[in-house]
């Protein structure tokens, strides 16, 4: 009896490391996800002070972003996952620890546009890692924490190659990256929307993110020489909001 007894518990211990292991995972989904626009986000700070510009205060905007991400890049190494899931935490580790202190420099065209280019690696493979723990976990939810998440990294892409026009650079393949942005959001939208009718709250976000979208579609498009960035850094960061809105609520289904 005493053997079977054992048994049970080995067993019941096992589950319970299972579960806890696939909720800590799908939290990390939730964190990487925020983390992935977030990054953009500091971006668009860190041109906005460049820029001059004092709307939301980019400075101390900035300064906050990068004590969260901070924060959770330091902290998620040590987190139970496969040793695959964990090699691909240190790779973005390394970026992270390229973009930080660059981050921290007097911003110029120049170096917001090399800043860019390390950022889109480091969210392209936060990307990759959150759907890689995505599958790992239990919770359907999770995927369409990951899709809502590549929604709002797309719409602080264009919002980032719009302030970086407003600010002088002339990047030839403007237009083609504003289109790509474009069809990858339409995509994104049409991708989720079936996925979230049985829940009215989340449709309705995603159909005030689309009408927010629209707006800064037509800005992102704009041949006219006029630049607002301010509204295109106040129209991400409602959008933004929206998504991680979408977020908390997929995190309690």
């Avoid at 979208?213 to 509204?231: E, H, N, Q, T």
């Avoid at 991400?236 to 908390?248: D, P, Q, R, Y």
Wanted: glycine letters at 2%.
């Amino acid at each position: 009896m005493r053997k079977i007894n054992t048994m049970f518990m080995l067993i019941a211990v096992s589950l319970l490391s299972t579960v806890t292991s696939a909720a800590v995972l799908a939290e990390d989904v939730s964190e990487i996800a925020k983390v992935c626009m977030d990054a953009e986000s500091s971006l668009q700070d860190f041109i906005m002070i460049g820029m001059e510009a004092t709307y939301a205060n980019p400075k101390q905007h900035l300064e906050v972003k990068l004590a969260e991400i901070e924060e959770f890049v330091s902290d998620v190494g040590n987190h139970d996952m496969s040793t695959e899931l964990h090699a691909e935490v240190v790779e973005i580790q390394k970026l992270w620890h390229q973009i930080k202190p660059e981050l921290s420099k007097q911003p110029t065209i120049e170096n917001s546009v090399a800043l860019r280019e390390l950022i889109d690696d480091f969210v392209n493979r936060c990307e990759e890692l959150d759907e890689h723990l995505a599958d790992a976990t239990t919770k359907n939810s999770t995927h369409v924490i990951v899709l809502v998440a590549d929604l709002g990294v797309e719409v602080q892409r264009m919002a980032v190659g719009y302030l970086l026009k407003a600010w002088g650079y002339q990047d030839p393949a403007y237009d083609e990256k504003v289109k790509s942005e474009l069809t990858k959001f339409t995509g994104l939208y049409e991708e989720i929307l079936p996925l979230a009718k049985a829940n009215n709250m989340i449709v309705d976000k995603l159909n005030a993110i689309k009408k927010n979208f629209l707006v800064f579609k037509f800005m992102a498009a704009s041949k006219s020489g006029r630049f607002v960035p301010a509204v295109a850094q106040k129209n991400a960061t409602a959008i933004l909001k929206m998504v991680l809105e979408i977020i908390e609520i997929e995190e309690k289904i």
